[in-house]
């Protein structure tokens, strides 16, 4: 998804982060001073680049568990491999 992410552009971003936080498109809207069609018009965009259908699995899908566990420390994991064969 984080490749997904890069391809926004920073309008998208801006509705991106607002939707993750469960606004509404009106709210968007009011929020960003454009038009609720405008929004609607970047919210298609935005799910048809991550691949989904609604700001609800859009929500999942950023949530994703592997979106969420931190990525491995290799040199902490050979340092421990290291100190096991001790």
Request: proline share 3%.
């Amino acid at each position: 998804m984080e490749s997904q992410m890069r391809r926004f552009s920073r309008r998208e971003q801006q509705i991106v982060d607002l939707l993750l936080q469960a606004k509404t498109i009106k709210d968007v809207a009011l929020e960003l001073d454009l038009s609720t069609n405008t929004v609607k018009d970047y919210a298609k965009n935005i799910y048809r680049k991550a691949r989904v259908h609604s700001a609800r699995e859009l929500m999942l899908q950023m949530a994703s568990p592997a979106r969420l566990l931190p990525q491995p420390d290799t040199g902490l994991a050979q340092f421990l491999q290291t100190a096991q064969g001790f």
